[in-house]
Nanobody
Framework: QVQLVESGGGLVQAGGSLRLSCAAS????????MGWYRQAPGKQRELVAT???????NYADSVKGRFTISRNNAKNTVYLQMNSLKPEDTAVYYC??????????WGQGTQVTVSS
């Protein structure tokens, strides 16, 4: 069984930075696309960024130039470096991993709160 463990959320002032991590562990055969999504109170979950196994990235317009997604394939880990944070970035952030031949897996979520 595969598990995703997220870390790195917290409270930060506007303009600050945070780095999220999501590590996959367990019976992993092959991982495809890894990504981050977020859900603010009263809103739908939305895509933040994704990264393929060869490093191709995709970002939501709202985070382009501020957030950077990366991955370490040897550690089955995906990261999200968040800079120049804004209050509107406040949300629960979820990692999502495509397990080839199995399906998608979600992390438990980590709270990011940006104060003004």
């Amino acid at each position: 069984q595969v598990q995703l463990v997220e870390s790195g959320g917290g409270l930060v002032q506007a303009g600050g930075s945070l780095r999220l991590s999501c590590a996959a562990s367990g019976s992993i055969f092959r991982i495809g696309v890894m990504g981050w999504y977020r859900q603010a109170p009263g809103k739908q979950r939305e895509l933040v960024a994704t990264i393929t196994g060869v490093g191709s990235t995709n970002y939501a317009d709202s985070v382009k130039g501020r957030f950077t997604i990366s991955r370490n394939n040897a550690k089955n880990t995906v990261y999200l470096q968040m800079n120049s944070l804004k209050p509107e970035d406040t949300a629960v952030y979820y990692c999502n991993v495509a397990l080839i031949g199995t399906g998608y897996l979600w992390g438990q979520g980590t709270q990011v709160t940006v104060s003004s």
